[in-house]
């Protein structure tokens, strides 16, 4: 099937691994909803993620010692949460749906 295709071997209803996360947005564009705010999230292969939205900020990303996707913006705190397929090349990361713009 396409979908598992997509995610590997890996079920849906669990988080997925780091190296998963890093095939599927790491050196693409991802459009970003929360709280019916819109923005655009590019992760780099260097930790660095830049998004665009009512302003452009830079920020870094990693994954923690449990496998979590963490954000942390410029004067805001450190976001960690595990990051689980929504299906196609969408995905969410807490409260935030996270959809593929780009292709490699």
Sequence with gaps: MALTACVGSQS???PLSPLVVRGELVD???V???NGK??????AQNGVATVNG???AFGRWQFDENGALCLQWRGQ???CAPVYAAGGSHYRFGEMDLSVLSSR
């Design 12 to 14: 849906l209803d669990q």
């Design 28 to 30: 693409r564009t991802v």
């Design 32 to 34: 970003a909803t929360e």
């Design 38 to 43: 819109t923005s655009f999230i590019h992760f």
């Design 54 to 56: 009512v302003s452009a």
């Design 77 to 79: 705190p450190q976001r």
